[in-house]
């Protein structure tokens, strides 16, 4: 095998580097900024390193009004509890959508994606009034049912796509073996659509995650989400750098740990489409 | 081959986690904006909804003995303030003794979506009955009838006297109706001047000017050549010419007798032309046509400029800067006078079922323990001449300043052009006259146009 001239292997290594450091510099930068003391976070003088690194910023948000333990439980349970519903419904809609030709079924599919067609802020007032009449409004229920609006259609969609790839015949063959409908989709489908489930099941977490309008609207104190508990640090006169950057890092900190186990389903998912077998 | 490998697989790790975290980063909102056309048809969709509810008899009001709760919403601008407002509260519901229990419950200001935000909630039914509030705001809630008429209340409230009555001018002036007062005055911060004593004493200034001509005259005496090089190292005035500009400008047209409802006239054309003359005069620094805030604070802080226009909001890094070498002075009075004054206030939203216990907890606010002890924990100047008149704002110079100009300080109009004017048409107008391209006349028949088409 012929090498590769070491020049060229240093170029790439080069680039690689760069790109990760500029990657990686705004969060390097947040986390500074998380851990400088108040006057020289404040001061006119840039510092790239602090050499009186101070964590009071974290202890501040766990014990301040922001109480960001609360905030991060709530986000969990928001996330975890949408990602589970919207992939129950979406697989189970998919699959119906891919492999069963009914009347009607093209106009269904395009209705579905028509809701992700409105802005967020059309449905805000609606949604605000239906909450508020079905007494979830201030629960998490209440986002779980706002935020599996838009991200079952999409997911919808999503795995259509990814259950289209895979072929008729290994169910039909599952089923030349004795198995029902029910257990071809279950011992055959189900294994091989999981990376693009994770994939999707990833893209709801995150949407879920990150979701600012109807956190805002739904939640209270109690109640309150990561996004809306971060975006209260943003006051009218100023920003307090310190505990915002403080909850950024804590933020990101599960969800990368979650990300690094999750990677190697989540890139096989995302580039799904060959046939197996 | 096999490290190599490894270093490949690490890296791509690395880079994988990295892009997932900043596609994770929580405070990156991606909520949509509540977009004006949305906004409009959502408010005409309600707007029967809520007539029709007013036609309805409200829920009988509770005695004084009843127990009660009122659900307050506010923001807050740190996590400081944020305690304080809680302990304010707890203080509150333990010394009412009226059996009234408010709630607060907090939401992000979300850069100025705190007023549309509660707008899509009330709208959709929300059941906060007091919130603090922007007179910006005002018009909007009005036209949908969510607010409440305080006026008979506030004219049956024993400490009515203890706020000026051009507060109350400016409130009523938000709702658009001058017999209607829907909102309550809480805390304010007043434009005044900041100065440098010693700039003033090496000008031969010996006191702070007291008429507009005098302050002119003043902001050109302390336009100094300090080295004799020939080039000017201490600019008289820190000209604010960006977006917020509008605020100082005011004064000037003021000053000479104009006024925001006609722009065009005599006497606001002068305004405009002394504002001009101190920067092709060079009396203010050459880059005050783009300064906007920070600069005119940084260049007041560096030593570049003997005065400018600011709040107290400034205050305390200018005492740390400068020690005693820093002082104020309310903008002094011409033919005619007015400062800006910023504004914070509540309001009583009209679906509440306790009008009398939510006024009780918004009085408590404007005139009570809970005045005093916003306004000394946040620095804001307070509304109340009873609390301004306490040892804590009448030995700080700053707050002296702000008090003194209560009298004649307003808001510029609000009308449905009033953000643009602000923050396109004024600094690009302001600019262009500056820099000589219009006469001030032109700039003030723009202008007023904008404002008032």
Known sequence: MKREPKALTALKFTVLFLMLLFLLFPFYWTFLTSIKPYDELYGKVVTYWTANPNFEAYGKLFTSTVDFFSAMKNSFIVALCTTVVTLTVATMAAYAFSRYIFPGRRVLMSIFLCNNMFPTVLLLIPLYSIMRNLHLLYTPTSLVLAYTTFTIPFSVWLLIGFINDLPMSLEEAAMVDGCNRGQAFMKIVFPLLRPSIIATGVYIFMQSWNEYTFAMMFTNTATRTIPVALKSLIGQLGVQWDLLTAGGILTIIPVCIMFFFAQKRLVEGLTAGAVKG | ?453
């Not at chain 2, 910023?342 to 009085?363: N, R, Y």
Request: aromatic share 10%.
């Open chain 2, 1 to 453: 081959m096999r490290k190599r490998l490894v270093t490949r697989k690490i890296m791509a790790v690395a880079t994988a986690a990295a892009m997932a975290a900043s596609a994770l980063t929580a405070c990156g909102s991606s909520g949509t904006q509540a977009t004006e056309a949305a906004k409009t048809e959502a408010a005409k969709t309600e707007a029967a909804t809520q007539a029709a509810a007013a036609e309805t008899p409200k829920a009988e009001e509770k005695t004084s003995d009843e127990a009660v709760t009122i659900k307050f919403q506010y923001w807050a601008d740190n996590t400081d303030y944020s305690a304080l407002m809680q302990d304010i509260i707890k203080k509150f519901n333990s010394e009412n003794g009226k059996g009234i229990t408010v709630v607060g419950e907090e939401q992000p200001w979300d850069g100025g979506a705190y007023a549309e935000n509660l707008f899509n909630a009330k709208m959709g039914g929300s059941d906060v009955d007091v919130s603090t509030w922007k007179l910006t705001s005002t018009p909007l809630f009005v036209n949908n009838d969510l607010l409440l008429d305080l006026t008979p209340y506030v004219d049956a409230m024993d400490t009515k006297s203890d706020i000026d009555d051009n507060i109350y001018s400016v409130m009523k002036e938000a709702g658009g109706d001058s017999s209607k007062m829907y909102v309550m005055p809480w805390n304010i911060q007043v434009l005044y001047v900041y100065y440098r004593p010693s700039i003033f004493e090496k000008a031969g200034i010996t006191e702070v000017p007291k008429t507009y001509e005098e302050f002119l005259e003043d902001i050109k005496k302390c336009t100094l050549d300090t080295d004799g090089d020939g080039k000017t190292d201490v600019y008289g005035f820190g000209m604010r010419g960006a977006k917020g500009g509008q605020e100082p400008w005011g004064s000037f047209v003021h000053g000479e007798g104009g006024s925001f409802e006609d722009l065009t006239s005599d006497a606001s054309v002068a305004g405009m032309q002394d504002f001009i003359d101190l920067y092709t005069n060079g009396y203010v620094p050459p880059t005050a046509t783009s300064d906007g805030f920070n600069e005119i604070i940084a260049n007041f802080q560096s030593g570049l400029t003997a005065m400018t226009i600011h709040h107290t909001g400034s205050s305390g890094k200018m005492e740390e800067i400068f020690g005693d070498d820093v002082s104020a002075f309310p903008f002094p009075a011409g033919k005619g006078q007015w400062t800006s004054m910023g504004d914070t206030e509540t309001v009583i939203f009209s679906s509440c079922e306790h009008p009398d216990a939510a006024f009780e907890w918004v009085k408590y606010l404007a005139t009570g323990e809970g005045q005093k002890m916003w306004c000394e924990g946040t620095g804001n100047v307070p509304v109340s001449k009873t609390v301004g008149a306490g040892d804590y704002f009448q030995n700080n110079r700053f707050m002296k300043a702000s008090l003194d100009g209560e009298s004649y300080a307003g808001i510029l109009p609000i009308r449905d052009t009033t953000t643009e004017w602000i923050s396109d048409l004024w600094p690009n107008t302001v600019a262009q006259a500056l820099t000589g391209d219009i006469t001030a006349a032109d700039a003030m028949q723009i202008l007023q146009d904008g404002l008032w088409k």
